[in-house]
């Protein structure tokens, strides 16, 4: 079955970066490419950016433009999001979401979250 | 990209029907097909529940429904149950591959 299994929850000071991975199992990882989604606490859904497995290619919302990276391994089928110059705004839990693929662009699978707190 | 707009919160008594709007411009909701909508449970990540404006993925009940007419989309749930209640996100895609969220609905059964 599907699983995308997320890393451990994070802590991290204003201006440091932080790098969130995603391990995908029970299916091509190449085949599905994976988005980025984080939650503040008590706010909705905020879309980061994603990535082409195949491909490598990315695409991210103007709103992390320049500070947001996202990368995968296909050889480990993980896909990363690191995030840089971290603010305390930055405090939410992160997903990984892949795309169900085909013409169907939802996210069907998600991870089940990291949560990344800015402190100092 | 301002997030799509939704209203804040929709309650329904057991069995009843209620709808939950999402509304964008005709760059997003209403110039494509790719409206999904996500039920989250406290503490829980988003499951999909409708796709493509109106396709609902297996498993999911048919209670849940989805439409579309000019830049607003709908989820409908019909007989709502007590397990409906959680908050509930549309999504579109935007040109140029990015997408956008909508502002999320908090879904109470009275």
């Known amino acids: 079955q599907v699983q995308l299994v997320q890393s451990g929850a994070e802590v991290k000071k204003p201006g440091a970066s932080v790098k969130v991975s995603c391990k995908a199992s029970g299916y091509t990882f190449t085949s599905h490419a994976m988005h980025w989604v984080r939650q503040a606490p008590g706010q909705r859904l905020e879309w980061m950016g994603w990535i082409n497995i195949d491909n490598g290619d990315t695409k991210y919302s103007q709103r992390f433009q320049g500070r947001v990276t996202i990368t995968r391994d296909t050889s480990a089928s993980i896909a990363y999001m690191e995030l840089s110059s971290l603010r305390s705004e930055d405090t939410a839990v992160y997903y990984c979401a892949r795309v169900a693929g085909g013409a169907n662009r939802s996210f069907d699978f998600w991870g089940q979250g990291t949560l990344v707190t800015v402190s100092s | 990209q301002s997030a799509l707009t939704q209203p804040a919160s929709v309650s329904g008594s057991p069995g009843q029907s209620i709808t939950i709007s999402c509304t964008g411009t005709?760059?997003?909701?209403?110039?494509?097909?790719?409206v999904s909508w996500y039920q989250q449970h406290p503490g829980k990540a988003p499951q999909l529940m409708i796709f493509?404006?109106?396709n609902r993925p297996s498993g999911v009940s048919n209670r849940f429904s989805g439409s579309k007419s000019g830049n607003t989309a709908s989820l409908t749930i019909s007989g709502l149950q007590a397990e409906d209640e959680a908050d509930y996100y549309c999504t579109s895609y935007i040109s140029g591959s990015t997408y956008v969220f909508g502002t999320g609905t908090k879904v109470t059964v009275l």
């Open positions: 005709s760059s997003d909701v209403g110039g494509y097909n790719y």
């Open positions: 493509d404006v109106t």
